[in-house]
């Protein structure tokens, strides 16, 4: 008996679909959810969500996406001067622990 080869065939999928799984995904949907809504493979989704992130990181303005990538980078340095605004407020009080200690044994004494 020869076995008969199976053809697969591969499904493309547009580019507006692509942005509305990965818009779902971005929306608190999880993947298997979403995978087995429209049989799509759980990995695919990721590899559309990667390379949707590569593409906005590398090419910011060819989209249109401008005013996007700009928010974009506004978040990023608000977020990183929040956290450095967070240690230094954590610093600032154990400094204050540490003077209130130190006036507090003088006082004593």
Known sequence: MKDKKTV???KSYDADFK??????????RSAKEISEAFGIAE???YRWKRMATK???STPGENGNDK???LT???AKLRAENARLKTDREILKKALGLLSQSDSETSMS
Request: overall charge positive; charged content about 30%.
């Open 8 to 10: 697969k065939i591969r």
């Open 19 to 28: 942005q509305e799984v990965i818009r779902m995904l971005a929306s608190g």
């Open 43 to 45: 990995n695919l989704l």
């Open 55 to 57: 593409k906005i990181k």
């Open 68 to 70: 996007s990538a700009k």
């Open 73 to 75: 980078a506004e978040v």
